[in-house]
């Protein structure tokens, strides 16, 4: 049995209380504020080409909105005070600007959306990146279902900022100075008014949009936790039926939906708040505006036309404040998105190579020790894994560990293959402490089989072909020869082409125990690690299976955990844990006559 600790098992038996204590350390982090945004930018600039194209785009777009006013100024000023001049010559100019008006924001709207694209390509890359390199520890820490949900959601949320809001942002920023500029222009003392109205504006922008920071951080948890009991049920679908909890895993998701909902009313009636604000404000300003305008045209201070003008363009500018605010809003949940992103982008690994790693020596010889370790996993830092633990395992020896559950054998392996590291003492591979070398040359040099088969949502080929990358087909039939698979694997439908399914679900648990095996078998390495390797198979294919582990082993140093003696019999050198320490070593033989714990777990097992 796997003695590190399982971050989903922890999640499923976790009560209200740890819920909503997780949920308080997630809402306590920085608050995002729209320098997160930084982030994003840097990606954006890596593409100046687009990027220019798309703001040559935009100004051409505004500079077009902005001319259909003055269109408009001219076709009245001129059309209607004197019924002689053609102006037909007008008209052809305003649909001109419309053909490229038309252009300018299709060209916008292009290169915009492709930044956005990608942009969260490169993000969702890097993310993925830097998750790889790092230690379990970071995920017993962390849901990687809510990892997976910040990989989605998040994304989304930014490509929605780069290839929509930052675009509409620019664009009613410009519109709005060239509108101001145009109507200062025309008529410069309604516009003194408008000028006073523009700081009412945007003192609601603020105050609004403090508390929105917070509140889009908040929606965006919770709907992080939506994802992740979804992705967690149904990947325990059968745990679920089995024991009948259909209902309180309903209960349990729909408890989470009514958290994301109530999180997002709050968002949205802030958002609607500051929505009414800016319709009041700048409608209600442009209607007093329009009011002394009108009154200017009775005193034949101003033209028709430059009233006409003056509306159209104070329209465009109120839309691009007005539209301005809820930009802000959007501008503020991408901030919350590139934060979440970022201390994903911005986590570093435990466990990563030295400045100078130590090589290892050459050719291996597969020798691997332990002196005198301590270890506690991070999850149960009040239990001792192991305690002053020493073994030394020779090259070409086999060693075999039992023990009860709890006993710290598979701490063995997550020490050896360096997932973590020791609180004190050393791991040693071919006489070079673990610590000193690239994690990355200790684990080439080992082959793993464990108890629980992982495979990949893909062909038997590649699920195979893990162990080697490089393994030609011939090499695959082969290791599975040795590993009793080559039968099952032919009578697939599509051979090694064969879609495994979800987790290898098409295939017995005997079956993707045989694959983990030709899989070790491929990967050739000087040390070979077999945690209860053959636990799922029946006894005919056991039998075949440890005749071929028997020769895999030949000529390699081999570590063996079992709980089932029968297959540890045979081995050079038997230890006995318990408690994370050494209490017995011997033979089969001798440890059998010695009468201490390894006599009574056989006397249980052979005896029965």
Do not use: C
Request: aromatic share 8%; hydrophobic share 45%; net charge neutral.
């Amino acid at each position: 049995m796997n003695d590190t600790p399982s971050a989903s098992a922890s999640l499923i038996s976790s009560d209200d209380a740890d819920s909503t204590q997780s949920r308080a350390v997630t809402e306590q982090k920085a608050k995002p504020k729209l320098s997160s945004l930084w982030m994003i930018w840097e990606r954006v600039k890596a593409y100046p080409k687009q990027l220019v194209f798309a703001l040559l785009a935009l100004i051409v777009a505004v500079a077009g909105t902005l001319s259909i006013p003055a269109s408009f100024k001219a076709i009245v000023d001129n059309g209607f005070i004197d019924q002689d001049i053609d102006i037909t010559p007008y008209f052809y100019g305003l649909m001109g600007i419309t053909v490229v008006l038309g252009i300018a924001t299709a060209f916008r709207f292009y290169f915009v959306s492709w930044l956005g694209e990608r942009v969260v390509a490169d993000i969702r890359t890097d993310v993925q990146k830097n998750l790889l390199r790092l230690a379990p520890k970071f995920f017993e820490e962390n849901r990687p279902a809510e990892i997976a949900s910040r990989m989605t959601s998040d994304t989304a949320v930014i490509e929605q900022v780069v290839g929509t809001t930052v675009s509409v942002a620019i664009r009613n920023f410009f519109l709005g100075l060239g509108g101001i500029g145009y109507l200062l222009w025309l008529a410069p003392k309604l516009t003194g008014g408008l000028l006073i109205g523009i700081p009412l504006v945007l003192t609601p922008v603020i105050l609004y949009g403090r508390r929105l920071q917070t509140v889009a951080r908040t929606s965006q948890d919770r709907v992080a936790d939506v994802g992740t009991i979804v992705s967690e049920t149904l990947g325990a679908m059968k745990i679920v039926q089995a024991f009948g909890q259909q209902q309180r895993e309903g209960e349990r998701f729909g408890t989470a939906v009514e958290e994301s909902f109530k999180t997002a009313k709050r968002r949205i009636f802030l958002r609607a708040t500051l929505t009414a604000m800016f319709i009041m404000l700048i409608f209600g300003g442009i209607t007093i505006l329009v009011w002394q305008g009108v009154e200017a045209v009775r005193a034949n201070t101003m033209s028709g036309g430059s009233i006409l003008a003056f509306v159209i363009t104070a329209g465009i500018v109120a839309g691009a404040f007005g539209a301005l605010s809820e930009v802000y809003a959007d501008l503020v949940r991408g901030a919350g998105a590139s934060s979440r992103l970022a201390e994903l982008l911005n986590e570093e690994p435990d466990i990563a190579p030295p400045a100078k790693p130590v090589a290892l020596p050459v050719p291996p010889r597969g020798q691997l020790s332990y002196d005198r370790v301590n270890f506690r996993y991070p999850t149960r830092p009040e239990v001792l894994a192991l305690e002053d633990f020493t073994l030394k395992v020779s090259p070409g020896e086999t060693v075999a560990v039992v023990g009860p559950s709890g006993a710290g054998k598979s701490t063995l392996f997550q020490l050896a293959q360096r997932f973590y590291d020791p609180e004190s003492g050393q791991v040693r591979m071919d006489g070079v402490a673990l610590t000193s070398a690239d994690p990355a040359d200790i684990r080439v040099r080992m082959a793993y089989v464990p108890q629980d088969t992982v495979l990949f949502a893909s062909s038997a080929r590649d699920n195979l072909r893990y162990g080697n990358w490089d393994a030609s087909d011939d090499m695959i039939w082969e290791a599975a020869r040795k590993a009793n698979a080559e039968g099952f694997l032919r009578d697939l439908p599509d051979g090694l082409d064969t879609y495994l399914g979800e987790g290898g679900a098409r295939l017995s648990g005997g079956q993707r125990q045989r694959i983990a095996i030709a899989r070790a078998v491929l990967r050739d390495s000087p040390i070979l690690l077999l945690d209860e390797a053959t636990s799922a198979l029946d006894a005919e294919s056991e039998r075949l299976v440890q005749d071929a582990l028997d020769k895999l082993m030949e000529g390699r140093t081999t570590i063996v955990i079992a709980h089932r003696l029968a297959t540890v019999r045979s081995a050079q050198r038997i230890i006995v844990m318990d408690k994370g320490r050494i209490v017995e070593e011997g033979t089969h033989n001798d440890l059998s006559k010695a009468g201490g714990l390894y006599a009574r777990l056989a006397s249980l097992q052979f005896d029965a």
